[in-house]
T-cell receptor, first 115, second 112 residues
Framework: NAGVMQNPRHLVRRRGQEARLRCSPM?????VYWYRQLPEEGLKFMVY????????ESGMPKERFSAEFPKEGPSILRIQQVVRGDSAAYFC?????????????FGNGTRLTVT | QKEVEQNSGPLSVPEGAIASLNCTYS??????FFWYRQYSGKSPELIMS????GDKEDGRFTAQLNKASQYVSLLIRDSQPSDSATYLC????????????FGSGTQLTVLP
């Protein structure tokens, strides 16, 4: 499967725990984007990364959230000390270039539930 | 003003009819436009892209773009129950590191 791979598909955490979401982009893609979708709401941009660089994190909450895309391995979205309001679907997308005409291809998402 | 506005749903059409989904955007610098389909509980799936003014057809789907009016639409001909989903409009601005800002989507239901 050469598509965008996200894991886990479902993640349950208790309040105060850490959540780690992983994303491997499509083969040949070096641009990764994270979006969050709250129930019954639209997709909200969180962060845009290239290998070893955060390009735009303007959509990331200032506290508790961080993202990385190391030279080797998947991109990681980390949420520390989760709260109930963090419950959402988190989608990763990748593109072959950062050009405006390069569409994003989405993974299946990670559904985070905070109890 | 929202950056991307889509016609509020839900939109219901009978099977076989034409479904018309509309989108307006505020950033005049937008150059590329994408339509995604999202089934309930699933991830967004790219179905159409359009870059120039006019119409672009792909099977039962036609995208229409009018940059002067900052308007893009998606027509679905011969609608099928399997087309029932939320459709997301996403303009893209050159040089914008965020690349895509999504509309809130229009939920389409095709009634058999």
């Amino acid at each position: 499967n050469a598509g965008v791979m996200q894991n886990p598909r479902h993640l349950v955490r208790r309040r105060g725990q850490e959540a780690r979401l992983r994303c491997s982009p499509m083969k040949g893609h070096s641009h990764v984007y994270w979006y969050r979708q709250l129930p019954e709401e639209g997709l909200k941009f969180m962060v845009y990364l290239q290998k070893e660089n955060i390009i735009d994190e303007s959509g990331m909450p200032k506290e508790r959230f961080s993202a990385e895309f190391p030279k080797e391995g998947p991109s990681i979205l980390r949420i520390q000390q989760v709260v109930r309001g963090d419950s959402a679907a988190y989608f990763c997308a990748s593109s072959s270039t950062g050009a405006h005409n390069s569409p994003l291809h989405f993974g299946n998402g990670t559904r985070l539930t905070v109890t | 003003q929202k950056e991307v506005e889509q016609n509020s749903g839900p939109l219901s059409v009978p099977e076989g009819a034409i479904a018309s989904l509309n989108c307006t955007y505020s950033d005049r610098g937008s150059q590329s436009f994408f339509w995604y389909r999202q089934y309930s509980g699933k991830s967004p799936e790219l179905i159409m892209s359009i870059y120039s003014n006019g119409d672009k057809e792909d099977g039962r789907f036609t995208a229409q773009l009018n940059k002067a009016s900052q308007y893009v639409s998606l027509l679905i001909r011969d609608s099928q129950p399997s087309d029932s989903a939320t459709y997301l409009c996403a303009p893209s601005v050159p040089g914008s590191a965020r690349q895509l800002t999504f509309g809130s989507g229009t939920q389409l239901t095709v009634l058999p």
